[in-house]
């Protein structure tokens, strides 16, 4: 008995001495102290940084966007992007922080450029309304290297890949370089709509920049005589466009679009050999063509748009004072001539509010189409909220109903609509409207 109390108190002692401190790490620091040093170290890399670093974050809905951050030891950061011309232009401060949250991360903690993307008011940058474009502002740290950081959005998974700035860079976004430079190729765009490539092959590829989408494509028919679309999500760079994924074209890669500042003029280099972007006087590819492939509905607002016609604005203007002096007190918010081409069907959808709530009152319509792009439109039963305002409606309907159209693109460079689609007629050349392409 004697020597088992005195190997129990042996033991005792022992485990007393292992358990003086539970928070020591076998490893000579608590984890609190390694995340701790883990955290500074982190901040050292960013801060480090003599001339910032460049990212681009592209939203799972399309697009990409391109940011440069200046990381200060005040836990504030600087930065620049092509979401806005302003956000090009001009340096915007917000603050930042480094923070375990599960991971090491880093969090943009304050309203900057970043969080245009995920505004939950799609009044703000558009996106879906609670989310915007579900890009993250909050990201846990991947890997880092000295001249790179990986990351990772905490909420949407938002991939982030930070690389060094140069000296030039730096300097460019601070002198307001890169904003001019956006800003001459959107001018240019603007002015010039109709771009297009020419390869070995003779085929004209029409050069398509959406930039609202942040899209860049090329459009050609092919030998079966299809439309084709080689898209890709493009951001801005200080040299011209640079496309997320390369497109190719009969053995012909480009992952860049390069901006002649000098020349005004874009081109790409396929093998060292420059090519350049040519301008057309009209659409590469008929309007009709694009149809079901580029878009599917004219989108026409109450406001009068360029390359509306007398007769049609006259007519419309009729509508919406109609409607709103019926008995049912209605605003015209728009009407989309929605196309659907697999079924040959186009409905004219009017939107309309009443009591701040919004209706919809859908006319259908089938309709054929010859290879030179004449329409036909056949009116079909209507009914519900239809019914109820035809009265209304008849004017603009029966010219739809009794005449056939030809459908082509105009430009408005003077109001900055860009492009419009218009839909024309056949036997009053007098009537014809235009609206948004979507």
């Known amino acids: 008995m004697l020597h088992n109390r005195l190997y129990i108190i042996l033991l005792a002692i022992l485990f007393a001495g292992c358990t003086k401190d539970k928070t020591t790490s076998l490893f000579g620091e608590k984890p609190e102290e390694r995340m701790e040093k883990a955290l500074a170290e982190y901040k050292a890399t960013l801060t480090g940084s003599t001339y910032g670093w460049k990212t681009v974050v592209s939203p799972s809905a399309g697009g990409a966007y391109s940011f440069f951050f200046r990381f200060g030891t005040n836990d504030r950061v600087t930065m620049y992007s092509d979401v ?29 450029y970043l969080h245009l993307l995920s505004d939950p008011d799609p009044n703000v940058y558009g ?3 609670g989310s915007g474009y579900a890009v993250d502002f909050e990201y846990a740290i991947d890997t880092v290297t000295a001249d790179t950081i990986k990351l990772t959005g905490i909420s949407f998974s938002t991939k982030m890949v930070l690389v060094k ?33 020419q390869f070995s092959d003779g085929n004209r590829l029409q050069v398509s920049v959406n930039t609202f989408t942040k899209t860049f494509t090329l459009i050609y028919i092919d030998d079966a ?16 466009i ?14 860049e679009v390069f901006w002649d500042s000098v020349k005004k003029v874009f081109y790409v280099t396929i093998d060292g050999q420059r090519i350049e972007v040519k ?35 006259s007519i419309y203007a009729g509508i919406a004072t109609s409607l709103l002096n019926g008995p049912y007190g ?8 929605a196309f659907d081409v697999s079924q040959q069907v186009m409905n004219v959808d009017v939107y309309v509010i009443q009591d701040n709530s919004l209706y919809l009152a859908q006319f259908p319509f089938t309709y054929t189409k010859t290879s030179s792009g004449v329409f036909n439109f056949t009116g079909q039963t209507f009914g519900g909220n239809a019914a109820l305002i035809a009265n209304d409606m008849k004017p603009l309907l029966d010219y739809i109903r009794n005449d056939r159209f030809t459908m082509d693109f105009i430009i408005d460079t003077q109001g900055g609509n860009g492009r419009l689609g ?13 609206g948004f392409p979507q």
């Open 127 to 129: 996106g879906e309304t």
């Open 84 to 112: 806005t011309p302003d956000a090009a232009a001009t340096g915007k401060e917000s603050t930042y922080r480094l923070k375990a949250v599960q991971r090491p991360s880093l969090l943009f903690d304050t309203y900057s």
């Open 165 to 197: 700035a140069t000296q030039a860079e730096a300097e460019a976004y601070a002198a307001g370089s890169y904003a001019n430079v956006i800003a001459g190729m959107e001018n240019y765009m603007l002015q010039n709509p109709w771009l297009y490539l």
């Open 225 to 240: 005589d299809q439309v084709q679309l080689l898209p890709s999500p493009y951001y801005y760079t200080l040299n011209g």
């Open 422 to 434: 218009q839909l024309k007629s056949v036997e009053h050349p007098d009537f014809f409207f235009t």
């Open 279 to 313: 301008v057309a006087p009209t659409s590469v590819v008929p309007m009709h063509r694009l149809l079901g492939v580029d878009f599917s509905s004219l989108i026409v607002p109450p406001q009068q748009l360029p390359g509306w016609s007398a007769s049609f604005t």
């Open 330 to 337: 209605l605003t015209l918010y728009y009407t989309e001539f």
């Open 242 to 255: 640079y496309l997320q994924q390369p497109i190719t074209y009969g053995g012909n890669t480009f992952h």
